[in-house]
Every structure is written in C-alpha cells, then in structure tokens.
C-alpha cells in the first residue's frame, strides 16, 4: 500500500501561483510514475500533469502547457506542481496519484493509489 497525501492548496488571484507537493507513505514510491489529476464542481476529474519515477519523462495537459510543473527529487519524496499564471478556470480539487504502469499515465484508471485532494481556488 502507498498513501498520498497532498498539501499546498489555498486560495490565490489570477495570475498568481501556487505549489502543491504530493508526500509519499508506505511502499517506496521511487518506482511509481505519479500525477496530478483535478476535479471541478460538475465536472470530471481530469488529468493535469504526470512524471516518470525517474523524472526523465513529463506529460501535461494542453490547458496547462507552459504554465504548471511537475517535479520529483526521489531522495526527498515529495512530488511537486508548481503552478504559476493561474486562471479561475483552474479552481479544482486537486488529487495527486501514483502509477505502476508505464504509460497511458493521462488516464485515471492507469493509478493504482490516490490522495485525498486539496483544494485550489484562483479568484479573478
């Protein structure tokens, strides 16, 4: 088992950043890809960002290019989002998951563990 648990989120304006880290418990997680996925009111989860458990390999959603980051240092567990230029469309629980797969990491059913989420709420 592995529990996730997510930390960072908050309420900030449009234009701001924000960093979520994502720690890690249980079995190692140095050999899990892991992602963040977010899930606004009425809407359904979706993918936001994932990494390779050797960092070597990210993957973004299209509405968050050039925006958000996703970061792993294996030697200090936490897996990090940092998120700048934020939009109010961007409001969203957001849930940080851990993957035994190696690939199709822009699907939730490729997780195998989820946090609990942490709310971000980007006013305009």
């Known amino acids: 088992q592995v529990q996730l648990v997510e930390s960072g989120g908050g309420l900030v304006q449009a234009g701001g950043s924000l960093r979520l880290s994502c720690a890690a418990s249980g079995r190692t997680r140095s050999t899990y890809a892991m992602g963040w996925f977010r899930q606004a009111p009425g809407k359904e989860r979706e993918f936001v960002a994932a990494?390779?458990?050797?960092?070597?390999?990210?993957v973004y959603a299209d509405s968050v290019k050039g925006r958000f980051t996703i970061s792993r240092d294996n030697a200090k567990n936490p897996v990090y989002l940092q998120m700048n230029s934020l939009k109010p469309e961007d409001t969203a629980v957001y849930y940080c998951?851990?993957?035994?797969?190696?690939?199709?990491?822009?699907?939730?059913?490729?997780?195998?563990?989820w946090g609990q989420g942490t709310q971000v709420t980007v006013s305009s």
């Open positions: 998951a851990a993957s035994s797969r190696n690939y199709g990491w822009d699907y939730a059913t490729r997780y195998d563990y």
């Open positions: 990494i390779s458990w050797s960092g070597g390999t990210t």
